[in-house]
């Protein structure tokens, strides 16, 4: 089993990139037959920029250029993604939402043409997201903010192209708390990403 874990932060000590870190190791501790990559987009530089090419490809005048098709490679290889991002405007940041908007293309994500039913073409990809932010708990429930990016983010993207959210949580109080709970959470999620697939292929 591969997982990929997708990180949109510019600093490597981050609590963000510590997370990602934990993850992979919480997958490498499960099973060790079991295997991930982390996608760093700032560090690889990746562009978020969503130009006339990429509405060309929506529009199914062009065919993704090398560098997303790449990407999409890439998730074709994983059994797994994992999305690990700082909460930024109770939303995701500007370079993770540019490569969902220019990766998660038309014909690839899902497959939309005017007078047609929408074909969701995600549907044997589970999702993890992971979002870390500095406010309270008290402060998104009261607000509604965490409903509110469940609606963006798990119904609006991911359901939108048929995958499935198996893992949505909000690591809060990031710079108040104690970061050993965040990334022994992590710790754990890693651990059971693969868990129940591996013992069903064990039987």
Not at 82 to 98: D, E, F, I, R, T
Not at 143 to 153: D, E, N, R
Request: some cysteine; glycine content about 10%; proline content about 5%.
């Amino acid at each position: 089993m591969h997982a990929l874990i997708v990180v949109a932060h510019h600093d490597h000590h981050s609590l963000t990139h510590g997370i990602a870190a934990r993850i992979g190791d919480g997958i490498s501790t499960a099973d060790h037959s079991s295997t991930y990559d982390i996608a760093d987009l700032y560090g690889e530089g990746f562009d978020p920029r969503f130009t006339a090419g990429d509405l060309a490809v929506h529009h199914n005048e062009a065919l993704p250029p090398p560098d997303i098709r790449a990407e999409q490679q890439r998730i074709e290889r994983a059994d797994a993604l994992v999305l690990v991002y700082p909460v930024y405007w109770w939303s995701m940041p500007a370079l993770l939402k540019g490569w969902i908007d220019r990766v998660f293309s038309n014909g690839w994500a899902f497959e939309f043409r005017p007078g047609a039913p929408l074909i969701k073409k995600l549907g044997h990809l589970p999702i993890h997201l992971l979002g870390v932010g500095g406010a309270d708990p008290g402060t998104y429930n009261r607000h509604g903010y965490a409903a509110a990016m469940k609606t963006q983010i798990d119904h609006g993207i991911f359901n939108y192209c048929g995958a499935n959210v198996i893992t949505s949580e909000l690591m809060l109080e990031s710079e108040t708390a104690n970061p050993a709970v965040h990334l022994a959470s992590a710790f754990g999620l890693g651990r059971r990403l693969f868990i129940a697939k591996t013992q069903t292929a064990h039987m």
